[in-house]
Structures are given as structure tokens and as C-alpha cells.
């Protein structure tokens, strides 16, 4: 249920529709993918440790192919195919910009630093799951809080030196949040009050230096460390969101479809901006798309569009058991 939170968040902050100086977007959704990254510590830790170390990094591996890189691949065919029908002032073509892509580094691929970034950390996973089993989360807790701190304290030389892609890129500024998560898993089923109240003191705490000073070093790193407590906090209230049965079921399903969701969302998002043209960093977006359509309306329109390519993906698979029925060898994709 918060993963499917975080996917109408992201929704929010591609289509600008709330702004993204309004509190709603400041202190809630501008967070929702590395409140993501929190959940894939949870989730990666568990997966960890129900399985018996042999062969588990291989399995580990293999799942993470088929569940990650093998419908990136599909969604950059997609993307390379909107490329050449519009051709796009914003994207340089060049004859390593496929190497990339087959690298699973999408550059140029507007909001496709998430999915390069989530890629690292998967395969850095077993690294970390390792370090905590010698020093103890908390310890990989301290290491990871420094790598991801550090670098909020030399923004500029690093942007200067990387560029902007390659600072959003930059996987340890999210170390900090798998390793949070890690922590967090053995307890994501039992936070209690005490729990509730600290983590809520420490959003409101970050939250206000965040607002108070947010581009001087302190309220960066605030802006950065919120979302821990925000994790926290969200966890607690799904329990009580979801004596809704509409959004318990609403949300849930959109959680377990986050991925293709995001996927399909980067393509739509992607298409209009060639088509309409406009232009977003991670300052804000303007011109073009936000000029002709509604907000709202292009809301809709992203949400539309990830149902669309979410449905065009199952397809695909569906397509695929008769194929190797009939002999062909195509591999299982499945997990």
C-alpha cells in the first residue's frame, strides 16, 4: 500500500499538477521514490533472509534480471522507436548512448535515473546484506548515513564534475535508505507508538529545517534524511487507510504494479514531451506540455498511460508459453 502511495506521488511530480513549492508536494510526495528505496531495503532484506546461502546470490541475481532489466530493455525499444518518429531536440543521439542502455544506465531517458539507480543497488545488495551479517545493521546504518551525507555537503564540484545526470545517478545518496530499511524489516509489522512518536519528532524536526534552509547543507541533508521517519510513519497509517477496503484494494494493487507502472509512466511522459515539447530537471518542469494541457488533465493522461504499457507488458508475457510451446526457444521470463 505504499508503494502504491509512491506511485500516485510520482504521478504528482511528473505531471507538476501540485506544484512543487506546495507543502502537500514539499513534505509528502517530492519523496516518494527514495521512500521506494527505503521499502527495497525491507523487501531485500526479507528475501535475504528466507533463503539458505547457498546459491542465493545467484538466485538473487537471476530474479532481479527478469524482474528488472529484462522490462527496461523492453520499455527502451519503446522509447528509441518515440526517438526516431519525433526526433527530439533534447536528446543527443550518439553510438554509445545503446551500450548504455544495454548497460542499464538510461541516459537521456527523461525519469530514468530511478530505474539506474535502483539497478546499482541491487547489485549491491548482496554486499550490504554481508556487511550487516559482520558488523550489525547498526554499524552499516553509520557507514551508509556518511556516504549518503557526504556528498549533499559537495553538491556543486560533484554536478560540476558528473553533470546533472550523473549526480541524479549517484547511487550512495541513497545508501543511507537501503540500509534504514534493512534495519527496518524486522519490525515493519510491529511499529509501536514509541516507534510512531519518535519517528514523528524527527520528520517534523527535518521537515522544518528542510523548509527553513533548502539550499544550504543542513536543510539538504534534512530533505534527504525525511524520508526515513516518512517511511515510518506511513507504514503505521496503512493499517488504518486500509479499513477502507476501496483503498486498501486500490492501493495495493497499484504497489504490487509499481514497477511497470513506472515504466509505463516513463514512456508516456517521455512521448509528450517529444511530441509537445517542455522541459523538466529536477528544478521543476515548464514549457510546452505544461502549457498546453491542463495539469489535472495531463495527470490523467500519465495515469492513463501507465495502465496502457502496465497492459501492453502482460500481453507480452502472455504471448510468450505458447512460443516455447511450439519449440521456440525463448527463455522463461517469469517470476
Known amino acids: 500500500m505504499v508503494k502504491g502511495w509512491g506511485i500516485i506521488g510520482v504521478t504528482f511530480i511528473h505531471s507538476t499538477v501540485l506544484g512543487l513549492d506546495s507543502l502537500p508536494m514539499s513534505l509528502l510526495f517530492v519523496h516518494a521514490v527514495p521512500v521506494f528505496l527505503v521499502l527495497f531495503g525491507v523487501n531485500s532484506q526479507g528475501w535475504f533472509e528466507r533463503r ?10 537471476e530474479r532481479s534480471f527478469k524482474r528488472i532489466l529484462i522490462p527496461t530493455w523492453a520499455t527502451l525499444v519503446v522509447w528509441w522507436l518515440l526517438v526516431l518518429v519525433f526526433r527530439p531536440e533534447t536528446v543527443r543521439v550518439t553510438i554509445s548512448l545503446p551500450l548504455f542502455h544495454v548497460l ?17 543497488l541491487v547489485l549491491l545488495f548482496p554486499l550490504f546484506f554481508w556487511i550487516a551479517r559482520r558488523v550489525g545493521k547498526g554499524t552499516l546504518l553509520v557507514l551508509c548515513l556518511f556516504a549518503t551525507v557526504v556528498p549533499l555537503l559537495y553538491v556543486q564540484p560533484i554536478r560540476a564534475a558528473l553533470g546533472l545526470g550523473g549526480w541524479m545517478v549517484l547511487s550512495p545518496r541513497f545508501f543511507a535508505h537501503v540500509a534504514f530499511g534493512m534495519l527496518l524489516a524486522a519490525h515493519v509489522n510491529r511499529i509501536g507508538r514509541p516507534t510512531i512518536l519518535v519517528s514523528a519528532i524527527a520528520y517534523v524536526v527535518l521537515a522544518i529545517l528542510q523548509e527553513a534552509m533548502p539550499v544550504r547543507p543542513l536543510g539538504r541533508i534534512a530533505n534527504r534524511l525525511l524520508e526515513l521517519p516518512l517511511t515510518v510513519l506511513l507504514l503505521a497509517a496503512m493499517p488504518y487507510v486500509a479499513r477502507v477496503p476501496t483503498l486498501e484494494t486500490a492501493l495495493s494493487w497499484l504497489g504490487r504494479h509499481s514497477l511497470g507502472l513506472y515504466l509505463g509512466q516513463l514512456l508516456t511522459h517521455n512521448a509528450f514531451l517529444f511530441a509537445f515539447g517542455g522541459l523538466c530537471t ?54
Not at 52 to 61: S, V
Not at 316 to 330: D, E, K, S, T
Open 104 to 120: 542499464g544506465y538510461l541516459k537521456q531517458v527523461g525519469t530514468g535515473w530511478f530505474i539506474t539507480v535502483i539497478i546499482q
Open 52 to 61: 539458505e546461502a547457498a546459491g542465493r546470490a545467484t538466485e538473487w541475481y
Open 282 to 335: 529536477i528544478f521543476g518542469c515548464e514549457g510546452g506540455v505544461f502549457e498546453v494541457f491542463n495539469l489535472w488533465v495531463y495527470t490523467a493522461i500519465l495515469a492513463a498511460g501507465s495502465l496502457f504499457f502496465l497492459g501492453l507488458g502482460h500481453a507480452a508475457l502472455r504471448v510468450v508459453p505458447p512460443l516455447r510451446a511450439r519449440g521456440l526457444p525463448i527463455p522463461d521470463l517469469s517470476t
